[in-house]
């Protein structure tokens, strides 16, 4: 089975301080890992994801996320959060065996100025 | 590419009333899902297909429908709607299912249907 769990359902910063979106999956095979983003009244985009290639992954908008099997943990960092920034954030896992993506249960961001 | 789209975008039904929301994609895409989304519930998934003819149960299946006759399309069916079936709805694709790994199993969302059963 796998899950993840998203620790905080409400982060807020301040405009230029760093962002970290928790996430810490379960899953009993390798897991593949997503982040996505959320807009006001839009669907998801996909911000990152790790598929075992590199434990550091890169995405869009300067976001980054590392990969800590010891820790069982695909935290979501940023430097310096902008105005932007502020949407809701899912983590998502599945597997090589899996036919469905599991979702978190969001972190929305608020970036204060 | 219109991508993943998906209509009605707003709906209100009355409970016991049926109706089907649309999902359609133009990427040729194998793998097609319906999520629920629910205030601090996440996305919750209802049905999903790895291809036309092949339907499976997702997480939250009960009172919903689903077919897959073409590539393209994937319609959602409420048969008898419910209160508690008040939610957005957002259709999802990738080209392949989620176990293939590499750079195809990202999924594609939809804008979603908010949908209110009163």
């Known amino acids: 089975a796998q899950s993840v769990t998203q620790l905080g359902s409400h982060v807020s910063v301040s405009e230029g301080a760093l962002v970290l979106l928790r996430c810490n999956y379960s899953?009993?095979?390798?897991?593949?890992l997503f982040w996505y983003v959320q807009y006001p009244n839009q669907g998801l985009q996909l911000l990152l994801k790790?598929?075992?290639?590199?434990?550091l992954v890169k995405g869009i908008n300067g976001f980054e996320a590392e990969f800590k099997k010891s820790e069982t943990s695909f935290h979501l960092t940023k430097p310096s959060a902008h105005m932007s920034d502020a949407a809701e954030y899912f983590c998502a896992v599945t597997s090589n065996t899996g036919n469905q993506f599991y979702f978190g249960t969001g972190t929305s961001l608020t970036v204060i100025p | 590419n219109a991508g993943v789209t998906q209509t009605p975008k707003f709906q209100v039904l009355k409970t016991g009333q049926s109706m089907t929301l649309q999902c359609a994609q133009d990427?040729?895409?194998?793998?097609m899902s319906w999520y629920r989304q629910d205030p601090g519930m996440g996305l919750r998934l209802i049905h999903y297909s790895v291809g036309a003819g092949i339907t499976d149960q997702g997480e939250v299946p009960n009172g919903y429908n689903v077919s897959r006759s073409t590539t393209e399309d994937f319609p959602l069916r409420l048969l008898s709607a419910a209160p508690s079936q008040t939610s957005v709805y957002f259709c999802?694709?990738?080209?392949?299912?989620?176990?293939?790994?590499?750079?195809?199993?990202?999924?594609?969302f939809g804008p979603g249907t908010r949908l209110t059963v009163l």
């Open positions: 899953s009993s095979v390798p897991p593949y």
């Open positions: 999802a694709s990738s080209y392949t299912p989620p176990r293939s790994g590499g750079v195809y199993n990202e999924q594609f």
């Open positions: 990427m040729n895409h194998e793998y």
């Open positions: 790790y598929t075992s290639a590199a434990t």
